[in-house]
């Protein structure tokens, strides 16, 4: 938003100085490019949104095509496995946590009838799990398996139809997460 700031700076203590702002200026303004609307390049949640959102349309009852839908989950699980093994930057942005969620919840709430749908939501999971090494990042996968789990065994009419659904969550609430 124009007249709001876009970097803070602090000092680690009181006996230094306080930070020089037209040192950083330039620095700050090399870092930062100011467009008309996010780009997939600035911002990942940009792009998580729209493969969230080609996944609900296909679920849709006008369209009812999972297959697309997992196809979107496939690709927001190179997203989640790339950001499970990312560095930590202290910043005013999305946390892991929040990139999961937008993963999974709508998916997993449009989705949740269909079994297919279940289990490639909790297999981009477990996958993200194998690149997270932080025990507070697997805690926010597991909560979302957790989710997951809980609303397929709610919506899938047939029970025969939720074992893919419980092995997918197997594999990943293993390790007694």
């Known amino acids: 938003m124009a007249g709001r700031p876009i970097a803070y700076a602090w000092r680690t203590s009181l006996e230094q100085p306080p930070p ?6 330039g620095p700050i303004q090399d870092a930062v490019v100011i467009g008309y609307q996010r780009t997939l390049q600035q911002d990942v949640r940009f792009g998580m949104r ?10 849709s009852p006008a369209v009812n095509d999972p297959y697309t839908a997992i196809q979107a989950i496939h690709r927001l ?24 969620e937008l993963a ?6 449009y989705g ?14 477990r996958d993200a799990q194998a690149f997270v090494s932080d025990p507070d990042r697997i805690q926010v996968l597991a909560s979302q398996a957790r989710l997951v789990l809980s ?3 709610h919506l899938t009419q047939q029970p025969a139809d939720l074992l893919q659904v419980r092995d997918q969550a197997a594999l990943l609430l293993a390790d007694g997460t």
């Open 20 to 25: 020089d702002s037209t040192a950083l200026a």
């Open 50 to 59: 729209q493969l969230v959102d080609i996944a609900l349309r296909a679920l």
């Open 77 to 100: 699980t190179v997203l989640l496995c790339a950001l499970g093994r990312a560095s930590r930057v202290i910043v005013h942005a999305p946390a892991f946590a929040d990139y999961a």
């Open 104 to 109: 999974c919840s709508l998916i997993r709430r």
């Open 112 to 125: 949740a009838a269909e079994p297919t749908v279940s289990a490639a939501l909790l297999s981009m999971l």
């Open 151 to 153: 609303d397929a065994e």
